[in-house]
């Protein structure tokens, strides 16, 4: 099975993507991540990407798409993947369809006047997990692996803003995209926890997988 994980910065993906990956064993990929780590090991790749990143704007196409079908060319990804991050506008989507064939698109629909507090007060951990301050209690670190939780560069108001207009502008109409394909998987938050929404997305999927 490959998905399409789509929703607004803050929607709750990364979460919902460690719990989708463990159950329908996926592989996770996520643009997002992988300019991170290019960010973090100070790569050619790394240097173009850092500049949109804290300007919250988008990493231009080509490159993004060279990343993702590169990574896509790999045998691991045979048994099924997630795509977190990807596509991120109706460009790389129409890429993305000459070089992969996608079964479903699984969005995450959120209040999106819940989401500049929700990823201005997000902590995360390198092991994927993340948490909002506003229940950590002064807690410094990650509850699942032990490891220092920090807050991306980002997550901060000014970026923040940026990147949910270019969501709206850019990402939203996505949604359409894949409901004119038949493969969207709406699922409405709402003020649901995240095992909630996680167990209304398996419902969901497991409708539909053989
Ligand atoms: P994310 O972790 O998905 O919120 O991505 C963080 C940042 O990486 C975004 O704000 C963009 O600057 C960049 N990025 C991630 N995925 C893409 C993509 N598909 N196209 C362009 N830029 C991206």
């Not at 080509?62 to 990804?77: F, H, Y």
């Not at 629909?109 to 506003?134: K, N, P, T």
């Not at 926890?193 to 053989?210: A, G, H, M, N």
Request: contains cysteine.
């Amino acid at each position: 099975m490959n998905i399409v994980l789509l929703g607004a910065p803050g929607a709750g993906k990364g979460t919902q993507a460690s719990k989708i990956k463990e159950k329908y064993n996926v592989l996770h990929i996520s643009t997002g991540d992988i300019f991170r780590a290019n960010i973090k090991g100070g790569t050619p790749i790394g240097k173009v990407a850092k500049s949109y990143i804290d300007a919250g704007k988008l990493v231009s196409d080509e490159v993004t798409c060279d990343i993702v079908k590169d990574r896509l060319s790999q045998d691991d990804v045979k048994a099924g993947y997630m795509l977190d991050g990807f596509p991120r506008n109706l460009f790389q989507a129409g890429e993305l369809d000459k070089f992969a064939t996608i079964d479903w698109c699984v969005n995450i629909d959120v209040d999106f006047a819940l989401l500049q507090d929700r990823i201005c007060g997000r902590r995360v951990c390198a092991c994927g997990e993340s948490y909002h301050v506003s229940t950590l209690n002064g807690e410094t670190k990650c509850a699942k692996c032990g490891g220092e939780l920090y807050q991306r560069a980002d997550d901060n108001p000014e970026t923040v803003k940026a990147r949910l207009d270019t969501y709206q502008n850019q990402t939203a109409p996505l949604i359409e995209y894949y409901q004119k394909q038949g493969k969207l998987v709406n699922i409405e938050s709402g003020t649901k926890s995240p095992d909630e929404v996680f167990e209304l997305i398996c419902k969901e999927l497991d409708k539909r997988v053989k």
